[in-house]
């Protein structure tokens, strides 16, 4: 099981390594959400997803349900029982070890992605702050 948890520690969870999939999301709903140009999810069958804690819920659209903790603000999870039932995605740039899940596969909804996220990873890389 991998674990995670909210910035401020008030909402834990625990997940299995085996996800359906894990990708990288450019829609506008995710980003405005996460205030990031995208958003990391893997999915998995709801009743697999163990939380510590109460996560508040926004409806951020008809049948869309984005589950984050009220303390810190921090998102976590995403529920669509229209489009897909019994399924749950996860943040996963929440897990205490990020890199210990299956590489993302894919990016999503790239019809919103952000024009210079593009060419993103041609951008210098520091270690730190540069000087």
């Known amino acids: 099981m991998l674990k995670g948890q909210c910035h401020c520690g008030a909402i834990h969870y625990e997940m ?3 996800v359906l999939h894990h990708s990288l999301c450019h829609c506008t709903d995710c980003r405005r959400h996460a ?20 996560p508040a819920i926004y409806h951020s ?9 009220a303390a810190c603000g921090t998102g ?17 740039a929440t ?21 210079w996220m593009r060419e993103v990873h041609t951008l210098p890389s520091f270690e730190r702050y540069p000087a």
């Not at 659209?61 to 589950?67: A, D, I, L, T």
């Not at 990020?98 to 952000?114: E, F, K, M, N, S």
């Open 35 to 54: 205030g990031a140009p995208m958003v990391a999810w893997a999915m998995v069958p709801a009743e697999q997803l163990h939380v510590t804690g109460q």
């Open 95 to 115: 897990l205490d070890d990020p890199a210990l899940l299956q590489p993302p596969t894919a990016h999503i909804q790239v019809a919103d992605r952000i024009a």
């Open 16 to 18: 299995p390594t085996e």
């Open 61 to 69: 659209s008809e049948h869309g349900r984005r589950h984050f903790c």
């Open 76 to 92: 976590l999870f995403y529920v669509n029982e229209e489009m897909l039932p019994g399924m749950i995605d996860i943040q996963t």
